[in-house]
Structure formats: C-alpha cells, structure tokens
C-alpha cells in the first residue's frame, strides 16, 4: 500500500489530498480565518445555564454560543475551576499540578447549575466545529494530542487505544506510561504507541506538557473569549495522527510549508524527512496527482465504481442514504446471488472511501442489493469493516437488517465537505456535470458493452462534435486508449442535433 499527502496552497487557504495507491481517499481544507478547529482550547465565558437541558451556552467569541453538557464537563470540573481561580490571579505558578490540591468529582448524574455559574471563565475545548446554524460543541475535559498519547490534566487514568488488540502489548504501554505520567495528569497510549520505547514516549509526553505550560501561563491576565492553545495546522496534525511506513510521498507547491513540514518530520519521523518534495512543474499541482479529476468525478450524487456499478448518494436532514446499483451490465457470475455479493464487495469499499471522502457524519444508511445466503451477507459485513477500519473518525457498524439495509454512525466534527461538480448547460438553462465526468461515463457505459461478447462486432459511438473531436484528438488519443484496452475499435459519429452532453452508444443490434 502506497500513501502519499499532496498539498496546494493558495493566497487564502490550504488543500490537503490524501491518496492511497493513487486513489483520493481524504480531502482537507484549512482556511487563514479558521478560528475554531476541532482541539482548540479557550478561555470562555458561561453564559445561561439551562437546567432543563443540564447544560449551557458558553461566549467563545463565536457569532452562535457554544454548548456544553453535563456530561462534557468532566468529572473533576471542580479542580479546574479552582486551577483556573488560582492561576488568574497571576501568583500561582505550579502549572505542573504537581502540589496542587485536588476537589472532588461531581457526580455523574447531577445538575450543571451546582457546578457552573453564568458569568465564571472555563478552559473548554472544541469537540465539534459550528456547522449549519449550531455553535460549537465543547468540553471541558481537557486533552493535549501528541504523536504517540494524548495528556489529559486532573485526571489519573492511563487507558490504551482499543485498536491495539495484543494483551501483552497493551499491558506493556500501560506499565510504561504510569512510570513516566506526572502526578495530576492522565494518559491515553494511541495506536501510533504500539511497539515504541520508553524514551520515545517520554519524549513526546514532555512536548504535551510544554505545551499545557504555556497554555497556563496565557490564563492570567487574558480577556475572555481568547483561543490560549491552538491545534496544529491540517498538515501536522495528519502527519501526527496517520504517518507510517506506508508514506512514500509529500509533495507541496509553498516553499514556507515545505520547509515547516520537514522540520516537524525531524521531530516524530526523521527517517521520512527525505520525502517531502517541492511541486515546480508548470502543470497546477492538483492536475499533476490526477486529484482534480477525482475530486469532480467523486462528489456528484452519482458515483460511478468498476464494472458498470454505481452509487446514488441522497442527504437529508436526518441521515444520509446511498443506495447501490448493479447497472444494466452482464457478467459471467454463476448466480443473481454471486452478481450482487460481487458488486457489494465493489460498493462497500466506494461506501467507505466516501465516507471518508466527503467527512459524511451521523446516520448513515446503505441500501445494498438483496442476498439471501447469510454467508454471503456475513461476507459483506465483515469486508465493510475491514474497509472502514482505515477511517480515523470513530463510527459503528451495525450487521445487514433482513432488507439489505446496513446502518452506519459516523461522528460528525465538521462540516461535511460539499463541492459543486455541475456547470452550466451551455444549450439551455439548468445545471449539468463537469464534461469530465461524462468521459467517465462514457468510459463505464463501455466497460458494460464490452462485458458482453454479442455486442463486441461493431460498436459506434454519436456525440456531439465537441466531444467527439476531444475523443479523437491527437494520435494517442483517448479512443486510441480504448482500442488498447479492449481491442476493438470504436466509431465515433459527430451528431450535430446532439446536446453537448448527450451521447448514445450504438451496436449492431
């Protein structure tokens, strides 16, 4: 398995394209006036206090207030509170809680008005970025992520990512985190920390708690709202969380990100500093990944997979639903069961490439063709989670219902990531797709043509002169590239009553 980052940067904004064998697998934005990101801690202000919902709202300096529920509070909210007292005076500065008198937990069934008051500053963190017309979500337990554990101050506990199946090995991380965890801090041990030494966790746990340093020392004296401890950029924060072996390329078009990207390498990866590469062709970045044409071919509500199959992805307020089709193709399976357990195994690896792809949270239902052998339903639901275990974003997935329905949960941080693939009809009024993601119909629709030996005597292809003319183009054309794939050759007619985005296959029959 091949993974590579590629990166385009621009005036305003940065684009992070994660690809595996050279399939987009992720899709990242990072805007210059992005001020509320997933990890980022503030020192808020609590506004109402609701007891009906056991919750508040909280002034981060969002337009919309934040909210925070009971249960996100954390149960040693209370020695925050006073660790937030003490240091906002200015004295106090044993920021390592080392000596620091602890409170007691709040009871996880109680009431929020006898924990929080309108008008007190809390350290919140943001769980989950505003989307739609909702604020931020936040919590106020507190974590610092680092490559390898992630810091949780006021607590005790040290825990082991539930990825990390080996008994001995988690009971090995979990002896050497409680000999190198500071009293007063907790330690969560992330998969990334399978098979590392004790020093290289130590390591890493000193940064954290640098950083939790100079996030204390920015509490007193500071106006609320004010953000006091920001995530890392899109860039470091994938490369903290995902980097491995299987990287073989990172390539951006800034020189400024090149040079900070390879510094943070020589941090948590030095062996991998040789990869990063500075973009100087004159062919746009994304053009020459091949990412251009994935990203209009991948976000339409049709999404085309091998064999003629295809996606129909509809969104609604409540969940999303993609229903899977088999097309109007023939193949050479024994059975109807053996075709649609084929084109599941096809679908539930796009499902959950897509999933990924446009960062889609909440419920999700899939509609897969019907199966009557639990085996192979069995087999489909255990290839789906083989497949969705790529996916960093925590998610559920339940067993087929009786239906061929599979439910998914997926959770929502961030907007989910939408992009126009329509353009305008250049012979009417109305939208359209991208002519791109017609050549990818077009090359689908003949991919089922040729599956099928009785039509493979003569086939023609009418389209518009436009597109027939783009088809032909040049001696290794695109036809030409059919030609050498399924050795046959097509024929293209120019038909001038065409719309310029209407075609027809035609065949002897």
């Known amino acids: 398995m091949k993974t590579e980052l590629i990166i385009r940067s621009n005036s305003s904004d940065i684009d992070f394209a994660l690809l595996r064998d050279g399939k987009l697998i992720e899709l990242n934005n990072e805007t210059s006036d992005n001020k509320f990101s997933v990890g980022d801690i503030f020192l808020a202000k609590i506004g109402k206090v609701l007891t009906g919902l056991n919750a508040a709202f909280v002034n981060v300096g969002y337009p919309k207030d934040g909210f925070l529920h009971y249960h996100d509070l954390g149960a040693q909210v209370k020695s925050l509170n006073e660790f937030i007292k003490k240091v906002g005076t200015g004295k106090y500065k044993e920021f390592t809680l080392k000596n620091f008198r602890f409170q007691e937990d709040i009871h996880k069934d109680g009431s929020i008005n006898k924990v929080l008051k309108s008008g007190q500053n809390l350290l919140v963190q943001i769980v989950k970025e505003p989307i739609s017309t909702k604020g931020p979500r936040l919590s106020s337990e507190l974590s610092i992520a680092g490559r390898f554990l992630v810091l949780v101050p006021f607590s005790n506990r040290v825990s082991v990512s539930q990825k990390i199946e080996d008994p001995k090995e988690k009971e090995r991380l979990k002896r050497l985190a409680k000999s190198i965890k500071p009293k007063g801090f907790g330690v969560i041990l992330r998969t990334v920390a399978q098979g590392k030494k004790v020093a290289e966790l130590d390591k890493d746990l000193q940064n954290s708690l640098e950083r939790w340093k100079t996030m204390s020392k920015r509490i007193a004296n500071t106006n609320t709202p004010t953000k006091i401890l920001s995530e890392l950029n899109r860039a470091s924060s994938i490369l903290r969380d995902i980097m491995n072996e299987s990287f073989t390329n990172i390539v951006t078009n800034d020189e400024t990100l090149n040079v900070e990207i390879k510094e943070y390498l020589q941090e948590?990866?030095?062996?991998?500093?040789?990869?990063?590469?500075?973009?100087?062709?004159?062919?746009?970045?994304?053009?020459?990944?091949?990412?251009?044409?994935?990203?209009?071919?991948s976000f339409g509500k049709t999404v085309s997979m091998s064999r003629g199959a295809y996606l129909v992805i509809e969104h609604t307020e409540a969940l999303h639903v993609i229903d899977v089709n088999s097309g109007n193709r023939s193949n050479k399976a024994g059975s109807q069961e053996d075709t649609a357990l084929e084109v599941n195994l096809i679908a539930a690896t796009e499902v959950a490439r897509q999933l990924q792809l446009r960062d889609m949270g909440g419920i999700i239902v899939v509609d897969f063709i019907d199966?009557?052998?639990?085996?192979?339903?069995?087999?489909?639901?255990?290839?789906?989670?083989?497949?969705?275990?790529?996916?960093r974003t925590k998610h559920k997935i339940l067993p087929p219902s009786k239906f061929g329905l599979i439910q998914i949960t997926r959770q929502r941080v961030r907007p989910e990531l939408s992009i126009k693939t329509t353009e305008e009809n250049p012979n009417k009024n109305g939208q359209v797709e991208a002519p791109i993601v017609l050549l990818d119909n077009i090359e689908a629709d003949l991919e089922k043509l040729m599956s099928n030996s009785k039509n493979n005597k003569k086939i023609q292809l009418h389209i518009h002169p436009f597109i027939a003319a783009y088809l032909t183009?040049?001696?290794?054309?695109?036809?030409?590239?059919?030609?050498?794939?399924?050795?046959?050759?097509?024929?293209?007619?120019?038909?001038?009553?065409?719309?310029?985005?209407?075609?027809?296959?035609?065949?002897?029959?």
């Open 268 to 297: 948590i990866y030095p062996e991998k500093e040789k990869i990063v590469k500075l973009h100087k062709s004159d062919v746009p970045i994304f053009e020459k990944y091949g990412i251009e044409r994935q990203i209009k071919t």
């Open 371 to 391: 199966m009557h052998k639990t085996e192979n339903r069995n087999k489909l639901f255990q290839h789906l989670k083989e497949q969705m275990s790529f996916d």
């Open 473 to 509: 183009k040049g001696v290794y054309s695109i036809r030409f590239k059919w030609y050498l794939k399924h050795k046959k050759w097509i024929t293209i007619i120019p038909r001038d009553a065409y719309t310029y985005l209407y075609y027809r296959f035609v065949t002897k029959k």
